[in-house]
């Protein structure tokens, strides 16, 4: 089967830097993605790594190793804004639409 | 415009009702998803339609029956719930690609219909 585990956790404080790490067990992907979603709210997309390495969008990056079976999201400059769940998701290579989805983590931020 | 929008925002309903939730999109997507949320737990795809056909069924009961009646529009229609069906129901859209193109890996979510069947 495939799957994709999370911390279901993470507490920062304000203006730190914090990264959420997901690993994955699955026979093959096509990328990772990232979704931010508040209490309340819809799922948002934040970014998506096809390839290995690092994709920036301005204070959230994105990092892909396959070798590694590894992913992590990083938030800098955390503003208490960012408190939310962040869901990694990836597409296997028998789907055209689906996504298998982590079970969240909750970021929790402190001032 | 990138926004997906979801009517009612809330549903109360009882065992016996039958309603419709609403979703549109204007983004030129051509492939829609309905999906349910339950509190703390990812989504949890539902149906896709793609260039307006069904394309994904997760086995969902037939109390469930989508419907696109064209390539902005997705209606989900609903007839004698249960109370474990109470949850936020979410419709996303994305462009078509297959393969390694991404292009579904980026969806596109509105804000959902919180539903509570009594």
């Known amino acids: 089967g495939q799957s994709l585990e999370q911390p279901s956790e993470v507490t920062a404080v304000e203006g730190a830097i914090v990264q959420i790490n997901c690993t994955y067990q699955?026979?093959?992907?096509?990328?990772l993605s990232w979704y931010q979603q508040h209490d309340g709210g819809a799922p948002t997309f934040l970014s998506y790594n096809a390839l290995d390495g690092l994709e920036e969008t301005g204070r959230f990056s994105s990092f892909l190793s396959r070798s590694d079976s590894y992913g992590y999201l990083l938030l800098q400059e955390l503003q208490m804004k960012d408190s939310a769940s962040y869901f990694c998701a990836v597409r296997g290579m028998d789907s055209n639409y689906q996504l298998i989805w982590g079970a969240g983590t909750k970021l929790i931020i402190k001032p | 415009d990138t926004e997906v929008t979801q009517t009612p925002k809330h549903l109360v309903m009882g065992m016996t009702n039958k309603k419709s939730l609403k979703c549109e999109q204007h983004m030129g997507h051509r492939a829609m998803y309905w999906y349910k949320q339950k509190a703390k737990k990812p989504p949890e795809l539902m149906f896709v339609?793609?260039?307006?056909?069904?394309?994904i069924n997760e086995s969902v009961p037939s109390r469930f029956s989508p419907e696109c009646p064209n390539s902005s529009l997705l209606n989900l229609h609903l007839h004698a719930l249960q109370p474990e069906d109470s949850a936020l129901y979410l419709c996303?859209?994305?462009?078509?690609?297959?393969?390694?193109?991404?292009?579904?890996?980026?969806?596109?979510f509105g804000p959902g219909t919180r539903l509570t069947v009594l």
């Open positions: 996303a859209s994305s462009q078509v690609s297959e393969g390694a193109g991404g292009s579904t890996d980026t969806q596109y």
């Open positions: 339609y793609s260039y307006e056909k069904l394309s």
């Open positions: 699955t026979s093959g992907f096509y990328g």
